[in-house]
T-cell receptor, first 111, second 113 residues
Framework: QKEVEQDPGPLSVPEGAIVSLNCTYS??????FMWYRQYSRKGPELLMY????GNKEDGRFTAQVDKSSKYISLFIRDSQPSDSATYLC???????????FGTGTSLTVIP | SAVISQKPSRDICQRGTSLTIQCQVD?????MFWYRQQPGQSLTLIAT?????????ESGFVIDKFPISRPNLTFSTLTVSNMSPEDSSIYLC??????????FGPGTRLTVL
C-alpha cells in the first residue's frame, strides 16, 4: 500500500466552478500536509501547508485535513483558467526527513 | 519561506558526458533533497543531500551515477554522470523549512542525445 494515494484525474471544469482535489494516506503518524501546484515545465510551488487536522483558507483556496479518516482535500473556489495545472499532495511526519507525494491531479479550467 | 535557484535551467548533452547541477537556497536549511521527474509523472526522490557527510540515496540510485555534494547549509550540487538518453528528465532540488514545509527550485530540464 502506498503511503499516499491521490485521485489521478484528469479533471476538466468550467471557469467559476468549485474544484475538489483529494488524497488519502495510510499512516496516522503523518502530521504535516502540503499541496503543490505545478505548471508545465516548472518546479512545484507550495500552495497550502497545514499541520494536523482542520481547515486553512488562503484566498480562493481551502485545505482540509481529516486525520480520523486520513483524508486531505484542496478546494478551489471560483476556479480560473490560470488554475490549470497539476496539483500534488504531500505529507510528512514531525521529523520532516521523509516526504511522500501523491501522483498528481491534472486540472484544466475551461474559459 | 525559502527561495531556491538552480543552474542551469536546461541543457542538452551528449551521451557519455556528465552534467553538474547547482542548487542555491536563500537561507540556511537542514534538509535538502534531489528529485527526478519524468514528463507527466510525479516526483522520484534521488537522494537526501547531507551537509558534511555522504548523501543518502534511494533504492535504484547510486553515488557513482549521481554524486552529490553539500558543502554548507545553503548549497548543493548533483552530478549526472556518464549520461544516457534514459537520464533525460527534469531534476529538482528542494529544501525543508523550519516548519517542515518543503520548497522546490525551478528545475533543470536535461536532454541527453
Amino acid at each position: 500500500q502506498k503511503e499516499v494515494e491521490q485521485d489521478p484525474g484528469p479533471l476538466s471544469v468550467p471557469e467559476g466552478a468549485i474544484v475538489s482535489l483529494n488524497c488519502t494516506y495510510s499512516n496516522s503518524a503523518f502530521q504535516y500536509f502540503m499541496w503543490y501546484r505545478q505548471y508545465s515545465r516548472k518546479g512545484p510551488e507550495l500552495l497550502m501547508y497545514t499541520y494536523s487536522s482542520g481547515n486553512k483558507e488562503d484566498g480562493r483556496f481551502t485545505a482540509q485535513v481529516d486525520k480520523s479518516s486520513k483524508y486531505i482535500s484542496l478546494f478551489i473556489r471560483d476556479s480560473q483558467p490560470s488554475d490549470s495545472a497539476t496539483y500534488l499532495c504531500a505529507i510528512t511526519t514531525n521529523t520532516g526527513n521523509q516526504f511522500y507525494f501523491g501522483t498528481g491531479t491534472s486540472l484544466t479550467v475551461i474559459p | 519561506s525559502a527561495v531556491i535557484s538552480q543552474k542551469p535551467s536546461r541543457d542538452i548533452c551528449q551521451r557519455g558526458t556528465s552534467l553538474t547541477i547547482q542548487c542555491q537556497v536563500d537561507s540556511q536549511v537542514t534538509m535538502m533533497f534531489w528529485y527526478r521527474q519524468q514528463p507527466g509523472q510525479s516526483l522520484t526522490l534521488i537522494a537526501t543531500a547531507n551537509q558534511g557527510s555522504e548523501a543518502t540515496y534511494e533504492s535504484g540510485f547510486v553515488i557513482d551515477k549521481f554524486p552529490i555534494s553539500r558543502p554548507n547549509l545553503t548549497f548543493s550540487t548533483l552530478t549526472v554522470s556518464n549520461m544516457s538518453p534514459e537520464d533525460s528528465s527534469i531534476y529538482l532540488c528542494s529544501a525543508v523549512g523550519g516548519g517542515n514545509e518543503q520548497f522546490f527550485g525551478p528545475g533543470t530540464r536535461l536532454t541527453v542525445l
